[in-house]
């Protein structure tokens, strides 16, 4: 996940931070992507009165940054920290699958400030951002959320029992779909249901040990996917008028830049594409630049789309706030 942080117009020096979207952490005991977040900064250079941008991906989780941020935010509560115990115990290298506990705590106040009734949400895993947006939300809403993985299903639901989601005596009730994204948006389109957001969660990919790659890409709503879900959810009356769509990854590790569509748009900015292309090369086997490209080709499809509004935030490994154009 990439966070987002603006610095100021004064130079920034290069110690402290690492070429454009510099290439992520070899892989460890921990997996091959980062299992909590990297750091997306920009610096500021003045060049006689243009000053100059620069982007760069810090690949310490530990970073003095992420860790100030994270120290002056109010924490989530305990039963996360259990669930990220549980996650490592049940996929060892997945925990980069759920998101960062910012991310989380991003997500719960959105739901305050939106106050949804009815909540989707494609990509479950463990249930750590169903939970996350559930303790955002007002008594007697339901979210609802769909995992294809029978083993993380079974998990996510024990979690909720167990955590008193299920019941929606406590916390909104969350209402788990086990299926795919595509086969869990006909269930819900029969019962003939609206929300007031809907949440496109892609986890990244099923990891086997080192130094083995993908071994199975999540449909939970598979990077690839995205258009199509999109497209079902808008044609089939899924949102409702002033719903909200947050698609996550939709930078996916600064690929998005490389993708063909992308770089013939950056001639003015060649040399940026180029040390973006050397962090996150197509090359690098732990980042399919496929996916890449295909987020690519949603973020335009979007953005072209005369049916919404969209703002992509450069916060985390990319947001983007979807709405009805009015």
């Not at 931070?17 to 299992?35: I, K, N, V, Y």
């Not at 115990?85 to 998101?99: C, F, I, M």
Request: charged content about 25%.
């Amino acid at each position: 996940m990439v966070f987002f942080t603006h610095l100021s117009r004064s130079s920034f020096t290069r110690a402290s931070t690492c070429s454009a979207l510099q290439r992520l952490t070899p892989a460890t005991s921990r997996g091959f992507l980062p299992s909590k977040a990297a750091v997306s900064v920009l610096s500021f250079h003045t060049s006689g009165s243009t000053p100059s941008i620069k982007s760069a991906v810090l690949k310490d989780d530990n970073h003095p940054i992420l860790a100030y941020a994270e120290s002056l935010s109010t924490p989530l509560p305990g039963k996360f920290v259990r669930l990220r115990e549980a996650t490592v115990a049940a996929y060892p290298e997945g925990t980069h699958l759920s998101v960062p506990d910012m991310q989380g705590k991003t997500m719960q106040l959105l739901m305050r400030m939106i106050r949804p009734h009815k909540v989707l949400e494609l990509g479950c895993f463990m249930g750590y951002s169903a939970m996350a947006m559930a303790d955002g939300l007002e008594p007697g809403a339901t979210l609802y959320t769909c995992e294809k993985d029978p083993k993380a299903a079974r998990l996510s639901r024990e979690t909720f029992e167990r955590e008193g989601y299920t019941s929606g005596d406590k916390y909104a009730k969350i209402e788990l779909l086990e299926g795919d994204a595509a086969s869990s948006l006909q269930v819900l389109i029969k019962r003939d249901i609206q929300f007031d957001v809907i949440f496109l969660e892609m986890a990244e990919a099923r990891l086997t040990h080192p130094p083995t790659l993908i071994r199975q890409l999540l449909v939970d709503a598979d990077k690839g996917g995205y258009i199509n879900y999109y497209n079902t959810i808008l044609e089939s009356n899924l949102l409702s008028k002033d719903g909200f769509i947050f698609a996550d990854n939709t930078l996916f590790y600064g690929t998005v830049l490389n993708a063909p569509t992308a770089r013939a748009s950056q001639d003015a900015a060649a040399s940026k594409s180029k040390s973006v292309a050397e962090g996150s090369s197509s090359n690098d086997r732990r980042i399919p630049q496929n996916l890449g490209d295909k987020l690519d080709t949603f973020n335009r499809h979007v953005k072209n789309d005369s049916r919404v509004e969209v703002v992509l935030l450069p916060i985390f490994d990319g947001l983007s706030v979807i709405t009805r154009r009015r």
